[in-house]
């Protein structure tokens, strides 16, 4: 049921950017991007959200083109402790709440 | 943020009995809570939903009486695996969310629970 796909690893070098695609294109009106991330035998750690604007917290920032159908989430100063699993997620909206569907995620190896 | 509690982080249980997992909202109240299992190197996916006081919603392909879920509280829910096999051994996560179906909200998630059946 995940509405995303993401490239399966990325490296980053310390220091630098680190861009994190992500392709929704089946998203509809409604749905919102999420991005978590985990690290190794953890619970996932929310980083940001969005739904057409972009956005930008203490941790990262959120790019949704236009068409929202593509997104792409930045760290803009990458460090060793960012090296995770980064998870895209379109919300789904059901009767029964919120339900967020993991698709494979990009392996961020961010590299002294 | 948010915290979520998951407890234990680690169990061990022989095959054929039950183990029971607790996840907890320590800080806010949670309308929602999801179940998830996590195998080696994989994504997470998602098992059930549960809204607090009604039965939970199962995923395709999850075994309702295999999985046992109760909501008791907006701050507790549990996941009993009945009849452990060692298949059955994997990472479970919990996750909580304060919001109803159209708010603006996220999911905090718990640290996760390691069950090894032997």
């Known amino acids: 049921d995940a509405k995303t796909t993401q490239p399966p690893s990325m490296d980053c070098a310390e220091g630098r950017a680190a861009n994190l695609p992500c392709n929704h294109s089946?998203?509809?009106?409604?749905?919102?991007v999420y991005w978590y991330r985990q690290i190794h035998s953890q619970g996932p750690q929310y980083i940001i959200h969005?739904?057409?604007n972009n956005e930008t917290n203490e941790m990262a920032s959120l790019i949704i083109t236009e068409d929202r159908k593509s997104s792409t989430l930045i760290l803009p100063h990458a460090t060793l402790r960012d090296t995770a699993v980064y998870y895209c997620?379109?919300?789904?909206?059901?009767?029964?709440?919120?339900?967020?569907?993991f698709g494979t995620g990009t392996s961020l190896t961010v590299i002294p | 943020g948010a915290v979520v509690s998951q407890h234990p982080s680690r169990v061990i249980c022989k095959s054929g009995t039950s183990v029971k997992i607790e996840c907890r909202s320590l800080?806010?109240?949670?309308?929602?809570m999801f179940w998830y299992r996590q195998f080696p190197k994989k994504s997470l996916m998602l098992m059930a939903t549960?809204?607090?006081?009604?039965?939970?919603?199962?995923e395709q392909g999850v075994e309702k009486d295999k999985f046992l879920i109760n909501h008791a509280s907006l701050t507790l829910s549990t996941l009993t695996v009945t009849s452990a096999h060692p298949e059955d051994s994997s990472f479970y996560i919990c996750?909580?969310?304060?919001?109803?179906?159209?708010?603006?909200?996220?999911?905090?998630f718990g640290q996760g629970t390691r069950l090894t059946v032997v």
């Open positions: 800080d806010f109240q949670a309308t929602t």
């Open positions: 969005g739904l057409k």
């Open positions: 996750s909580a969310s304060t919001g109803g179906p159209h708010t603006n909200t996220e999911a905090f």
């Open positions: 549960s809204n607090e006081g009604s039965k939970a919603t199962y």
């Open positions: 089946t998203i509809s009106g409604n749905e919102y």
């Open positions: 997620i379109v919300r789904v909206v059901r009767r029964t709440g919120n339900q967020f569907y």
